[in-house]
């Protein structure tokens, strides 16, 4: 019995994003892609809550390593077109594979971004709402 709670647990924990059903809301001038995936998408208390990833773009430096993918837990107001982002990880390569560079999560530090036309956040919202 303990080693199917075991099986279990790390079938669980282990999976990743690649069950994710990742649409495509952005493509930036400089090639970077931003998706949302719609699997895990939540509405809850009037707003969305989802998982979005952002891959492509120009490496980006942090803590000596580069990141080239990263993904965020986004809070999402349809009403006000505004959105935070609750946590965010770094990765070393493409659509969120590779090393996890660093990770934050943002519950104390949380705020509102209103999204500029033709932005990534706006695009999201877009897709969202």
């Not at 719609?38 to 998982?51: D, L, Q």
């Not at 982002?85 to 996890?100: H, K, R, W, Y």
Request: charged fraction near 20%; proline fraction near 2%.
């Amino acid at each position: 019995m303990k080693k199917i709670f075991i099986y279990v647990f790390f079938a669980i924990f282990t999976s990743n994003f690649s069950y994710a059903e990742w649409l495509q809301h952005f493509i930036g001038d400089d090639s970077s892609i931003g998706y949302h995936d719609k699997n895990t998408m939540r509405y809850a208390n009037g707003y969305y809550y989802v998982w979005t990833l952002n891959s492509n773009y120009e490496p980006l430096l942090i803590d000596s390593k580069f990141h080239k993918s990263h993904m965020a837990y986004v809070k999402v107001d349809c009403t006000f077109r505004k959105w935070g982002i609750l946590s965010i990880t770094a990765f070393t390569d493409v659509m969120a594979t590779g090393e996890s560079i660093v990770s934050y999560n943002y519950d104390d530090d949380f705020d509102w971004e209103y999204a500029m036309p033709d932005s990534n956040g706006a695009y999201l919202l877009d897709s969202i709402c």
